[in-house]
């Protein structure tokens, strides 16, 4: 086959309602202008909020690997999100900055890839809300204190018959 085809690159910035990059058979649509991705029970993002990219996967592979925009790489700009409250806009641009990335090349399949993707950002999202519990600094009981000092002198014991007869350091 000579020549281009017209429009087609190597990557391409994919939006809400056009269709996929390389058409075909297994290319599933894109989510519904509706859609949302839900992270946890509380929050769900909007699609209109996560931009996808798809490009050609790395690695070997030949003519297919090549010429397939089987990689997806999914986005969700933090800053101008508006299903987030100022608390959780707050927690992820401390942990991860103004956009939150994941990206996918598991499979052949460009829609898999873009299912897989959006798994990970979800996962991603939610683990950047996650609030860990403060550390509340305990000290060791007496019962514990009796008993590290017990198994000291045992050891220290055990190591002392061990030793040759007539080894006499202390």
Not at 99 to 116: E, T
Not at 137 to 163: D, F, I, L, N
Request: charged share 30%.
């Amino acid at each position: 086959m000579a020549g281009t085809v017209p429009g087609w690159s190597y990557a391409r910035d994919v939006t809400i309602g056009e269709s996929d990059p390389q058409g075909g058979e297994g290319a599933a649509p894109l989510p519904a202008p509706g859609a949302t991705l839900r992270v946890h029970k509380a929050l769900a993002i909007p699609m209109s909020d996560v931009t996808w990219r798809a490009t050609t996967s790395g690695g070997p592979g030949g003519q297919h690997a090549n010429r397939t925009l089987s990689r997806v790489e999914v986005q969700f700009d933090v800053t101008a999100s508006t299903s987030l409250g100022p608390r959780q806009r707050a927690r992820l641009l401390e942990r991860y900055g103004p956009i939150v990335r994941a990206a996918a090349s598991d499979s052949r399949s460009q829609a898999r890839n873009r299912q897989l993707a959006l798994e990970r950002l979800a996962e991603r999202v939610a683990a950047g809300l996650r609030v860990d519990p403060t550390r509340r600094p305990t000290k060791p009981t007496k019962g514990s204190q009796v008993r590290r000092v017990e198994a000291k002198r045992h050891r220290s014991e055990v190591k002392r018959r061990r030793r040759p007869p007539g080894d006499a350091d202390d």
